[in-house]
């Protein structure tokens, strides 16, 4: 695809239902990101998948955080029985040696808010 | 774990200044990235550094990549308001593309009216 995409744009859910955010990444591009960032803060890393070895998931803040991807292709991030401090825009990045452009790419995000 | 050290945290400027930040770490990078974030956007890559030495301008924009390979730093020259945003630097540790990139905390630019 032209670009990483991201879906949806905006959530909005009830403190302890469970969400699902997709990424839909650069084709070709062999690693993938996913970044929390709360308002006016940095990029808090998450978890990074890289081609089929087993992911670093050195930054999911607790058990109730979760992603999957499926070879080098869509990944999806789950927060399970959300929190009011899980509101926060979630980033999803991609980045390879076999496609254009060759470093790590960002996309839109999904805005999460927990009521 | 390896952490990159962004400074300054934030900056005021008046419309026209030049600005600097920089980026430092403990260990030694093989690439060095620098992103701007506009606000409700994803980072967007600015400039990309590959080898010990490097200047590569981009527009307004000079970043270097350190002799040590442990620094970077980003310079604007002549800001304008569409300069405000969070300046991100990133390094890569390995020597592949698809290896995993560490951000910095970001330096925020505000322009003074």
């Known amino acids: 695809g032209a670009g990483v995409s991201q879906s949806p744009s905006n959530k909005v859910t009830e403190k302890g239902k469970d969400v699902e955010l997709r990424c839909d990444p650069i084709?070709?591009?062999?690693?993938l990101y996913w970044y929390r960032q709360r308002l006016g803060q940095g990029l808090e890393f998450l978890i990074y998948f890289q081609g089929n070895s087993a992911p670093d998931k050195s930054g999911l803040p607790s058990d109730r955080f979760s992603a999957e991807r499926t070879g080098e292709s869509v990944s999806t991030l789950t927060i399970q029985r959300t929190q009011q401090e899980d509101s926060a825009v979630y980033l999803c990045a991609s980045t390879g040696w076999r496609a254009l452009p060759y470093e790590q790419y960002f996309g839109p995000g999904t805005r999460l808010t927990v009521t | 774990g390896q952490q990159l050290n962004q400074s300054p945290q934030s900056m005021f400027i008046q419309e026209g200044e030049d600005v600097s930040m920089n980026c430092t770490s403990s260990s030694i990078f093989n690439t060095w990235l620098w992103y701007k974030q506009d606000p409700g956007e994803g980072p967007v890559l600015l400039i990309a550094?590959?080898?010990?030495?490097e200047l590569t301008s981009n527009g307004r924009l000079t970043a270097q990549f350190g002799i040590t390979r442990k620094d970077s730093f980003l310079n604007i020259s002549a800001s304008i308001p569409s300069d405000v945003g969070i300046y991100f630097c990133?390094?890569?540790?390995?020597?592949?593309?698809?290896?995993?990139?560490?951000f910095g905390k970001g330096t925020r630019l505000h322009i003074l009216p």
């Open positions: 990133a390094g890569r540790l390995g020597g592949n593309r698809d290896d995993k990139i560490i």
């Open positions: 550094l590959y080898k010990a030495g």
């Open positions: 084709s070709g591009h062999t690693a």
